[in-house]
């Protein structure tokens, strides 16, 4: 951490209320609402983009896909940085960035200007999605109560997108998506003043091997078998929710469906997450997380069966959507919790980007193939069907993962 962080002067922090460990959770909460929010609005933006400017849903699937990859790309290094100098003033120019992508795409008119602003945006979310606001949480909140405040700081996004998505349907619908973009990124900028508050304490003293360099972390991680499990595990999860989250909106207007009844569907994902992240960090702090993560995505890929076999209506979509988002980001505190107590929280938001990049690769083949694919197809089955399939893999690939902190001594002792 820097000197600055670790020991701020006092004349440039009086105004600032002594950090506890529920004060760092709300405002990781609030970044998350503001960050991830803005993010889940996307979905929203695909059929007004491609009708304005006369192109293919593919062009902005993909620069959303490419969002997500170099979101994921970030993560590992924003992770490293904050891990090593700090989080906040990582966080503070992340969110700029964020806003500055905003901008970008609201100017936008061809492939190029979107995917600018997509690279943008997926720099922004590096330093300012989950993967730094748990590290920094998990240095604040005592081990007995982190897998509870992972919950608790992913039901933030949760709330984000519920409260964000109708917003965002507003600022469409009383401005247009143009200038819908610029509001969004006003918002954005609130995330800035909140950083000052997510500092760790001590991070040069968090829970790890002594001495341990990031390499050294970073080594005994991809030793681990474990680790490239929940690796695979995530690609399935982002694959899936990105799909889900950019395209369920028009596959629902598409099947005759109107806009209320998308921004709805994709506003209860938001609404039922808040209850499915709370009770995954509460029940992975009392049972084994490997079990709940395969229980989440065998869940997944039962409820979309079930959403594909009956037939559609305003109720089966609000059913689906409120089942999907009981099971939407519960795998976040529970990955989270397992990097962890596996390998200590001194390097978490490094470690944990390594695994969030499955994440994200996930994510980019979830947001443009679910493009490509209609725009060849004009329909949304072959992407439904993979989804299901992914939900079977990421089940099984979970159950074989040793949960347990590692003995050092060994992983050593095997890699010399």
């Not at 009770?279 to 997380?289: C, D, H, P, Q, T």
């Amino acid at each position: 951490m820097s000197k600055s962080e670790s020991a701020p002067s006092a004349p440039s922090m009086r105004w600032m209320p002594r950090r506890t460990p529920a004060l760092v959770v709300l405002c990781g909460c609030l970044v998350l609402t503001f960050s991830m929010g803005t993010r889940q609005t996307f979905g929203l933006f695909v059929k007004p983009i491609a009708i304005d400017l006369q192109l293919g849903r593919e062009v902005f699937a993909f620069a959303i896909a490419l969002q997500n990859l170099v979101w994921g790309l970030g993560q590992p290094f924003a992770g490293l940085i904050a891990d090593r100098f700090g989080a906040a003033r990582v966080i503070a120019i992340a969110a700029m960035t964020y806003v500055a992508g905003l901008v970008t795409l609201h100017h936008a008119t061809g492939p190029l200007g979107m995917d600018l602003a997509g690279a943008l945006i997926g720099l922004g979310l590096s330093g300012t999605g989950s993967g730094l606001i748990i590290g920094v949480v998990a240095r604040n909140v005592s081990e007995e109560r982190r897998s509870l405040a992972f919950g608790v700081v992913a039901a933030g996004g949760s709330f984000g997108q519920f409260v964000m998505v109708p917003f965002g349907q507003s600022l469409i619908a009383g401005f247009g998506w143009q200038d819908a973009l610029l509001y969004l990124a006003l918002t954005v900028a609130l995330i800035v003043p909140l950083a000052r508050v997510l500092v760790s304490p001590a991070a040069h003293t968090a829970v790890g091997a002594p001495g341990q360099s990031p390499a050294a972390a970073i080594g005994e991680a991809a030793r681990h078998r474990g680790y490239w499990l929940l690796f695979s595990g995530f690609f399935v999860c982002g694959f899936q929710v990105m799909f889900i989250g950019l395209h369920l909106p028009a596959y629902l207007l598409d099947r005759g469906l109107s806009t209320v009844n998308a921004t709805t569907a994709l506003a209860l994902i938001g609404l039922f997450n808040i209850l499915g992240s709370f009770l995954a960090g509460y029940l992975g702090g009392r049972y084994s997380k490997k079990r709940l993560l395969s229980g989440i995505y065998f869940g997944r890929g039962l409820l979309i069966c079930m959403f594909l076999a009956l037939p559609l209506s305003p109720a089966s979509a609000y059913v689906f959507a409120a089942g999907m988002g009981l099971l939407w980001l519960g795998t976040m505190p529970l990955t989270n919790g397992m990097v962890a107590h596996m390998f200590g929280v001194r390097y978490l938001s490094t470690l944990y980007g390594g695994v969030f990049l499955g994440h994200q690769l996930g994510s980019f083949l979830g947001a443009w193939l679910g493009g490509y694919v209609f725009d060849q197809t004009g329909s949304y089955q072959i992407m439904w069907g993979c989804t299901i399939a992914l939900a079977v893999f990421a089940g099984l690939i979970n159950l074989p993962i040793d949960e347990r902190p590692v003995r050092r001594s060994e992983l050593a002792t095997a890699a010399t």
